[in-house]
């Protein structure tokens, strides 16, 4: 069965400090997608990146950046440089072939001035 | 361009009453459909997913139902609300197949069950 962990529940920085949220998930399949979503206090969800289980390049978008790794079923997300903005809810997701999207618990990222 | 539409925005009902949120997509066809609920403070929980008209799986099935009358509408339903039901309900959209996306939310709406 497939499933998402993420592991932290709350993190707090203060501006500028570089940040990691966790995401470790697990299936059968050979065929995978994996996402990212922020959700501001607004409350709608913002895709960041789709990545498939037969890309194992690592990203960067400005500050963005994710790191998969299939050895530890691993995709993590590190903002550099955090500002007040990045406060949200970001939640890590897995989808199957065929199946439904599934997401972790969630993290909630607090970021200070 | 894609489009999802999910209304009301927020809505309040009391308790026993019956629930109707409908969630339409443009644009696109024979979409994956899904329903989501968030529950205060917490992540995001499959209700509902469908591949097609009257293909639904149930993930959650308490007293919650959903119905897909048309390729690109999505209801979700009750007969009764209990309290446990208020939350931030997501409805959403993606595609399969060849180009599998990833999913796009509609608006959400915030349900309080009085």
């Known amino acids: 069965a497939q499933k998402v962990t993420q592991a932290q529940t709350e993190i707090s920085v203060v501006e500028k400090e570089d940040v990691t949220l966790d995401c470790v998930y697990e299936?059968?399949?050979?065929?995978?997608?994996l996402f990212w979503y922020k959700q501001p206090p607004s409350g709608e969800l913002v895709f960041l990146i789709r990545r498939n289980s037969f890309d194992e390049q690592n990203e960067i978008s400005g500050r963005y950046s994710w790191n998969f790794q299939k050895s530890t079923s691993s995709f993590n997300f590190t903002i550099t440089a955090s500002q007040v903005v990045d406060s949200a809810v970001y939640f890590c997701a897995l989808k199957e072939a065929g199946t439904a999207l599934i997401f972790g618990k969630g993290t909630t990222l607090s970021v200070s001035s | 361009s894609q489009t999802i539409h999910q209304w009301p925005a927020t809505l309040v009902q009391p308790v026993g009453s019956p629930l109707s949120l409908e969630c339409t997509v443009e644009?696109?066809?024979?979409?994956?459909l899904y329903w989501y609920r968030q529950a205060a403070g917490r992540g995001l929980q499959l209700l509902f997913y469908?591949?097609?008209?009257?293909?639904i799986s149930s993930e959650v099935p308490q007293n919650l139902s959903a119905s897909r009358p048309q390729d690109r509408q999505f209801i979700l339903s009750s007969k009764k609300l209990l309290l446990s039901d208020s939350g931030f309900y997501l409805c959403?959209?993606?595609?399969?197949?060849?180009?599998?996306?990833?999913?796009?939310f509609g608006q959400g709406t915030r349900l309080t069950v009085v």
């Open positions: 644009g696109t066809s024979n979409p994956n």
């Open positions: 959403a959209w993606s595609d399969e197949g060849e180009r599998t996306t990833e999913a796009f």
């Open positions: 469908s591949v097609g008209i009257g293909q």
């Open positions: 299936t059968r399949d050979t065929t995978y997608y």
